[in-house]
């Protein structure tokens, strides 16, 4: 079946520690995509990517880093300098044109 | 503008009620428009979508309707029930030349049995 997988699940940082979160889709889409959602509260925009090796910030990309190398593939690596990382994270792809994003089922990222 | 976070608002209903969830986008230019509901602890899942050139779009139990004149988008749901419970985004793609979802506030609703 075709999706969008995030892991780890849960995922525990300590301070000033750089972690990585996954996220890998088998649906041929071609953009990517990642959020950050803090609890009762909407989506937020991180970094985005059109295409293979190319991404762009989005509005809260501070602390963050992505890369891009395959096309199923859209690492998020929160590092030391996000102050407030603890947050529900979340992957989305889609294809071109319209059509709507495909989520995953997020990563839950908490500072220990 | 962008949406950013805000604390939800909360929609309350009786089990067999009909739900009205609303949404103000902010681009008269967005071309393309989705629902989607978020269940605890996942990612959110799509319900319904309806293109600008339509006002109306029914799938099954909701309907979505768009107003372009207020820029106001409704989703409709009938016969709630407990597992309607969740939230609920709308997200409007602003046509840059790539699809860019902007997404609103969220709404939570409550189903009781």
């Known amino acids: 079946d075709g999706g969008i997988t995030q892991s780890p699940k849960y995922l525990f940082r300590k301070e000033g520690q750089n972690v990585t979160l996954s996220c890998e889709q088998n649906?041929?889409?071609?953009?990517m995509y990642w959020y950050r959602q803090d609890p009762g509260q909407g989506l937020r925009l991180i970094y985005y990517?059109?295409?293979?090796?190319?991404?762009q910030k989005g509005d809260i990309a501070e602390g963050y880093s992505v890369s891009r190398e395959k096309k199923e593939s859209f690492p998020l690596t929160v590092t030391s300098a996000q102050k407030n990382p603890t947050a529900f994270y979340l992957c989305?792809?889609?294809?071109?044109?319209?059509?709507?994003?495909?989520f995953g089922s997020g990563t839950r990222l908490t500072v220990v | 503008g962008e949406s950013v976070g805000l604390h939800l608002p909360t929609l309350s209903v009786q089990e067999g009620d009909n739900s009205i969830i609303n949404c103000a986008y902010s681009?008269?230019?967005?071309?393309?428009f989705i629902w989607y509901k978020q269940e605890s602890g996942k990612g959110p899942q799509f319900i319904i979508d309806?293109?600008?050139?339509?006002d109306k779009r029914q799938g099954q139990r909701v309907t979505v309707l768009l107003n372009k004149t207020v820029k106001h988008l409704s989703l409709q749901i009938a016969a709630t029930q407990p597992g309607d419970s969740a939230v609920y985004f709308c997200?409007?793609?602003?046509?840059?030349?790539?699809?860019?979802?902007?997404f609103g506030t969220g709404t939570r609703l409550l189903v009781s049995p």
């Open positions: 989305a792809s889609s294809p071109k044109g319209t059509g709507g994003y495909t």
């Open positions: 649906l041929n889409h071609d953009a």
């Open positions: 990517s059109q295409i293979v090796n190319d991404f």
């Open positions: 681009n008269s230019a967005s071309d393309y």
């Open positions: 309806i293109r600008s050139n339509m």
């Open positions: 997200a409007e793609n602003i046509n840059t030349g790539f699809q860019k979802l902007v």
